[in-house]
């Protein structure tokens, strides 16, 4: 109940009062004319003075609560649109921090494949190093190509390159790889997946896995020996040791056994173990 919603009540209940005590001395009036006591002329003044207090009371304390009533009507006004106010910032706020997360995001993210972009890498890569450095565990990296792709955008035009593009991204986050697994489009048609905690042996699994996936795509190359679009794969691994290895040799490393795998009729897959074979 509001501030002149009580007293309104109030003043109702005093008025009543006035109105009861009226009565009583109205009685009292009838009783003592009828028994020769107080002169009825002063009765009736005093009661004359008595509703007229009354009144002015009423009228007075209206007079007073309708300025009273106004200004709680415009304080609960304010009120409302405070907390519509704190609401919209509210809104404001969360949209603010969704619209940073989109930009982070945006910034991180290749926007045609959906995948990390080498920036992104890039630092997964640093960090992730660093935390093998750290714990003593290993390092592995995937380094895959898409055999002649400019020859396919050749033949069947950039659109449908970038569509092979999409595909294959898309099929490599398919293979179940983990989520700590970070999948990147290093290049223009390269894609690097960097396997924390992994040794060459798992890496290998993990690769002759997406280079089944993209075979079984089965998208068109006429320009491909095998008549379909096909990969090449190099490998690295590494446990780092703190100022001793770089994140760059093991990066350097998966880049060298690409090109072995390039160079050896694509479709294979190479580690860094035969680069160091090759260079005997």
């Known amino acids: ?4 919603q009580k007293l309104h009540t109030r003043l109702t209940l005093a008025t009543a009062a006035v109105v009861l005590l009226t009565a009583v001395v109205l009685t009292a009036e009838a009783e003592l004319s ?7 002329g002063l009765v009736i003044t005093a ?4 509703l007229l207090s009354a009144v002015l009371s009423w009228g007075l304390l209206r007079t007073l609560l309708h300025p009273l009533s ?10 409302q649109e405070r907390i519509q106010l704190v609401d919209e910032r509210d809104d404001a706020r969360q949209h603010l921090e969704e619209m940073e997360k989109t930009l982070s995001r945006v910034g991180l993210e290749d926007a045609l494949t959906g995948l990390a972009n080498r920036r992104q890498f890039e630092r997964g890569l640093q960090e992730e190093f660093n935390r093998a450095a ?10 895959i190509d898409i055999d002649r792709f400019d020859q396919y955008n050749e033949l069947y035009g950039r659109m449908a390159g970038d569509k092979v593009l999409r595909r294959v991204g898309s099929a490599i986050r ?15 048609q390269e894609i690097a997946v960097l396997l924390p905690g992994s ?3 798992g890496a290998l699994i993990v690769a002759e896995r997406i280079r089944k996936s993209i075979e079984l795509l089965d998208i068109a190359h006429s320009a491909s020996p095998t008549g379909r679009v096909t990969i090449s794969i190099g490998i690295s691994s590494i446990t780092p040791q703190r100022q001793v290895d770089e994140p760059d040799t093991v990066l350097r490393e998966s880049e060298q056994a690409l090109e072995l795998a390039r160079a050896g009729g694509r479709d294979c897959i190479r580690t860094v173990d035969d680069v160091r074979k090759s260079a005997a």
């Open 1 to 4: 109940m509001s501030l002149s």
């Open 34 to 40: 009828s028994s020769g006591g107080a002169p009825q």
């Open 47 to 50: 009661v004359v003075l008595v």
């Open 70 to 79: 106004a200004l709680e009507s415009s304080l609960a006004s304010l009120q």
């Open 134 to 143: 750290r714990t003593n565990l290993s390092l592995a990296i995937i380094m």
């Open 174 to 188: 398919d293979t179940n790889v983990r989520p700590e697994d970070l999948l990147s489009r290093f290049g223009t």
């Open 199 to 201: 040794k060459l042996e």
